[in-house]
């Protein structure tokens, strides 16, 4: 499984950001799909993922970026979206696209989010 990330890049504060993940798979395979992201000196923490088949999706954020950020998927085209709005520098990291099947964890390349103040 390939996951391949992009969309990162410098923003101010208060900018928005999308990122894209596209896998080589159809993702409706995969239990879950989202997005994680490490600061310096942190550990990797989830900010959102979805779960669900074609007819319904559960949508799941870490507290600190609901009404924030927006997870979305386009199941034609294999591809994870993260809608980043009201960015502020604390959520700078780099960020890493996540697949789920199982206990099998596939991730991406990781892409660098960085917000200035």
């Known amino acids: 499984v390939q996951l391949q990330a992009s969309g990162g890049g410098l923003v101010q504060a208060g900018g928005s950001l999308r990122l894209s993940c596209a896998a080589n798979?159809?993702?409706?395979?995969?239990?879950?799909v989202g997005w994680y992201r490490q600061a310096p000196g942190k550990q990797r923490e989830l900010v959102a993922d979805i779960s669900g088949g074609r007819a319904y999706s559960n949508y799941n954020y870490a507290d600190h970026v609901k009404g924030r950020f927006t997870i979305s998927r386009d199941v034609a085209k294999n591809t994870v979206y993260l809608q980043m709005n009201l960015l502020e520098p604390e959520d700078t990291a780099v960020y890493y696209c996540?697949?789920?099947?199982?206990?099998?964890?596939?991730w991406g390349q990781g892409t660098q989010v960085t917000v200035s103040s």
């Open positions: 798979r159809h993702i409706l395979t995969f239990n879950h």
């Open positions: 996540n697949a789920q099947q199982g206990r099998l964890n596939f």
